[in-house]
């Protein structure tokens, strides 16, 4: 007897106050809103059953809803500048059960990475299989030999992150990743448990950094145009 299909939802983040680069996630970039390529990339991904942008901003919420998204108007509590993301996810899950909506997997897909295409929505979300892998992510890998970090302590000195790693020689060093901050995957029965995107048996799906730029700063714009102005020229 062939097993069940997954029903899969996508949520998008898309607070609407921003403090180092004010409203980012309805910057123009390529002739569009921000938030709008990431949108139709979890269209065109065909991963999912919905996509909802979680926002407390009403132009976010109606430009979103142009784009073929679900408007989710979230409240002022799970607005504020340090509220995490799994709240928010998990406000949406709670909605959506309240509304007679079950889900198996769940998509975190943040807004400023533009870049972001729907091939690696479609192989972070096919790394979920409920039960055996509950949780994967989009990865770079380092482009620093993780050794070389420092922390500066309380007294303005300097101390490496790994003192044991700090002789060995770089191209000896194990290969490192880091999340990228564009997509996440996780199967809800273990979201609505652990309340985290990361958990046991994480899985990560790595991306090149031309595609995993994660909008904060002015810096990041410029390198985000200049990543996605050469490959227009390919």
Not at 47 to 64: E, G, H, N, Q, W
Not at 123 to 149: K, N, T, W, Y
Not at 187 to 202: E, H, R
Request: glycine letters at 8%.
């Amino acid at each position: 007897m062939a097993s069940k299909p997954l029903r899969a939802i996508a949520v998008i983040p898309a607070r609407g106050g921003s403090k180092r680069l004010p409203g980012k996630t309805m910057l123009p970039f390529l002739g569009k809103p921000m938030i709008s390529h990431t949108i139709e990339a979890a269209i065109a991904s065909g991963c999912f059953d919905k996509i909802t942008v979680s926002s407390d901003d009403d132009d976010i919420l109606r430009i979103s809803a142009k784009y073929g998204a679900t408007p989710h108007k979230r409240s002022d509590a799970l607005s504020d500048d340090s509220t995490p993301t799994a709240p928010v996810l998990l406000d949406v899950i709670e909605n959506e059960a309240a509304n007679g909506d079950q889900w198996d997997v769940l998509a975190c897909l943040y807004a400023t990475a533009p870049l972001r295409t729907s091939l690696d929505i479609r192989q972070v979300v096919g790394l979920i299989e409920p039960g055996q892998g509950d949780f994967a992510m989009a990865v770079c890998e380092s482009d620093r030999p993780v050794h070389q970090v420092l922390r500066q302590n309380k007294s303005g000195v300097l101390e490496p992150v790994f003192a044991e790693l700090v002789g060995v020689n770089s191209q000896y060093a194990d290969k490192y990743l880091y999340g990228n901050g564009s997509t996440y995957a996780v199967s809800v029965p273990a979201f609505q448990i652990t309340k985290s995107l990361y958990g046991p048996g994480l899985r990560g799906y790595e991306m090149p950094l031309s595609r995993s730029v994660d909008l904060n700063t002015e810096t990041d714009l410029a390198l985000l145009n200049f990543y996605a102005n050469q490959a227009n020229q390919l």
